[in-house]
């Protein structure tokens, strides 16, 4: 549990806004971790869960959820959320076990403890970047259960909107060495401007060689979903008002932008990847998932 003295900084960093839909992702993949068919295991995401006021009496088991899988938060939802987990873990160990990639960039790392729970190789470097009271949230509770990463963790404080490349290579990012990149479920809620910023950004720093996968959102009009059981849910039970957060702005083709810039990209539903895994959402009527999509991308030109 986090002390008393951490609790201003708690409030600002996962207490409310974006930063509590961390805790909705880290109470989904404790639901996850705890199934007998687990898509993947993160053991230390209960405890982010029962560290922060919030979300204490949140279910972190699927049986704790009285109509369990036909809950649309606890049930599809969280399902959803383990498999995006396992998908997005193995796109990570599968770069950098299969070639040079030793630098790893979180982009909005959240609650994220892959550097504590993935097999990295030797040499792995993995930069957070997120929140300065996202990132003591998380410290206090890893500092707490004697936590100890799998590879070099280096945390970097800064808020997406400020100078984050400053941040990063003042942390000792090299921007010489080919890098695998994750923005995992932070593009919903830039506007077209950051998330543009944010492609040009990671396309400028990265060398040939280099990954990125990403999470976006084709829907022209979010409210069109406003009556999904997956929004009302969210909201009712949690209070997380997810349309209210995400950017309802249009989207930017950031797949054929990286394209035209010497990336090869791959665009996928999380339902293609419910049929390889044989578990997860599939499609339903009014459904939030409907224009979620997974981009992967590799830099096969300078």
């Not at 909705?24 to 995401?45: F, M, N």
């Not at 209960?46 to 006021?53: I, Q, Y």
């Not at 003042?170 to 994750?182: H, I, K, N, Q, Y």
Request: net charge negative.
């Amino acid at each position: 549990m986090v002390d008393t003295a951490r609790r201003d900084t708690e409030r600002e960093g996962v207490e409310g806004g974006i930063g509590r839909t961390a805790l909705l992702v880290a109470a989904s993949r404790a639901i996850e971790t705890h199934r007998h068919d687990s898509l993947a295991r993160d053991p230390y995401a209960e405890h982010f869960v029962r560290a922060a006021p919030a979300s204490a009496d949140w279910p972190v088991r699927i049986h704790e959820v009285p109509d369990g899988d036909a809950n649309p938060l606890w049930g599809r939802f969280a399902r959803y959320f383990g498999l995006r987990t396992r998908v997005l873990d193995d796109h990570l160990l599968r770069s950098v076990h299969t070639g040079a990639l030793r630098q790893v960039v979180l982009l909005g790392a959240g609650l994220d403890a892959r550097a504590f729970r993935l097999d990295w190789p030797p040499g792995c470097v993995i930069f957070e970047i997120d929140r300065q009271g996202v990132l003591d949230f998380k410290h206090g509770v890893l500092d707490g259960l004697s936590a100890t990463p799998r590879a070099t963790r280096v945390p970097v404080p800064i808020d997406l909107r400020a100078d984050w490349v400053g941040a990063l290579t003042d942390a000792g990012f090299d921007r010489t060495a080919p890098t695998v990149w994750l923005a995992e479920g932070l593009l919903f809620y830039l506007p077209i401007t950051a998330e543009r910023y944010l492609i040009d950004t990671v396309d400028r720093l990265s060398p040939r060689g280099s990954t990125l996968a990403y999470e976006v959102k084709l829907e022209k009009d979010l409210l069109a979903y406003r009556d999904s059981p997956l929004y009302t849910s969210t909201e009712r039970q949690i209070g997380i008002d997810l349309l209210h957060l995400f950017d309802g702005g249009p989207r930017p083709d950031s797949a054929g932008d990286l394209e035209g810039r010497g990336w090869s990209t791959s665009v996928h539903t999380p339902f293609d990847f419910t049929h390889r895994h044989g578990r997860g959402p599939l499609p339903e009527p009014n459904d939030a998932l409907e224009g979620n999509r997974w981009v992967f991308a590799d830099k096969t030109r300078p």
